[in-house]
T-cell receptor
């Protein structure tokens, strides 16, 4: 069975500092990988996704993530964060070639950007 | 603008009452999903539908029911059999049900049962 582990439940960081949000997954088959962001009391918005090809994926708002198959990781990074990046971030995985589109989510990482 | 509408944003009910949460999309998507979100727990799949008049149970379907009579609509009923119904409920859709397709989320409904 697939599972997703987000290693940090909360990450505090100062404005303009770099940040990395960690995500590891477990699966017996190949997977697709996603990062979503959720602002308070709102739905989720896709930041980026890895389907195939280049392991470095660039997304919206200056975020990027790198797929590492050997370490089964998909860490999210941003070189310089803003106050507006304060939100909860979710890593998700789906099975390659799956017909049902079910996403398995991690428990989320709350990013808090301080001035 | 295309998107997913969930109403109401906040919903309050007494224990023992059934309640139906609305989800409408105008994206012309085939697949629709219902998730439950609890603090620190991430999102858990309740039900999903790949096509009109068809739906399947997700990981936590007990105490919930759905219908998919129209492509645009996927209402969720929280029944009195759901032991802990207080949660944030999110509806999502994707253009098709394949696992590579991005899911688009609605703004959510926060249900409080007392």
């Amino acid at each position: 069975a697939q599972s997703v582990t987000q290693l940090d439940s909360q990450v505090p960081v100062f404005e303009e500092a770099p940040v990395e949000l960690r995500c590891n997954y477990s699966s017996s088959v190949s997977v697709y990988l996603f990062w979503y962001v959720q602002y308070p009391n709102q739905g989720l918005q896709l930041l980026l996704k890895y389907l195939s090809g280049s392991t470095l994926v660039k997304g919206i708002n200056g975020f990027e993530a790198e797929f590492n198959k050997s370490q089964t990781s998909f860490h999210l990074r941003k070189p310089s964060v803003h106050i507006s990046d304060t939100a909860e971030y979710f890593c998700a995985v789906s099975e390659y070639g799956g017909s049902q589109g079910n996403l398995i989510f991690g428990k989320g990482t709350k990013l808090s950007v301080k001035p | 603008d295309g998107g997913i509408t969930q109403s109401p944003k906040y919903l309050f009910r007494k224990e023992g009452q059934n309640v139906t949460l609305s989800c409408e999309q105008n994206l012309n998507h085939d697949a629709m999903y219902w998730y439950r979100q609890d603090p620190g727990q991430g999102l858990r799949l309740i039900y999903y539908s790949q096509i009109v008049n068809d739906f399947q149970k997700g990981d936590i379907a007990e105490g919930y029911s759905v219908s998919r009579e129209k492509k645009e609509s996927f209402p969720l009923t929280v029944t009195s059999a759901q032991k802990n119904p207080t949660a944030f409920y999110l509806c999502a859709s994707s253009i098709a049900s394949g696992s590579s397709y991005e899911q688009y989320f609605g703004p959510g409904t926060r249900l409080t049962v007392t």
